[in-house]
């Protein structure tokens, strides 16, 4: 699959993930995306895009040494609005 950029990328890759979860039966009040704490703005405008709840998009730890790779401590998920 080719897109025109990361953007675009983004809101593609955040698009198949959705549907896969909700066709395995995800609750979508629940869904979350982690994203590098230095990731691109448009992670947020894609999840708001495709009707994820606000709040879904969590934002993790990264190291900017490896481009923007998680650290190992572990996400926040209980402190995001949506509580699931
Ligand atoms: C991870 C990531 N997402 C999104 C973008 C934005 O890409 P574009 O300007 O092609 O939409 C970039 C650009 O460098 C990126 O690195």
Do not use: I, Y
Request: charged letters at 15%; glycine letters at 10%.
């Amino acid at each position: 699959m080719f897109t025109s950029g990361g953007t675009q990328s983004n809101l593609q890759a955040l698009l198949l993930a959705r549907d896969e979860a909700l066709a395995a039966g995800a609750d979508p009040a629940r869904l979350r995306v982690l994203a590098g704490e230095c990731g691109h703005f448009s992670v947020q405008k894609s999840a708001a895009l495709l009707g994820l709840p606000a709040g879904a998009v969590v934002t993790v730890p990264a190291t900017r040494t490896s481009g923007c790779a998680p650290t190992r401590s572990r996400p926040n998920w209980t402190a995001a609005p949506a509580k699931g």
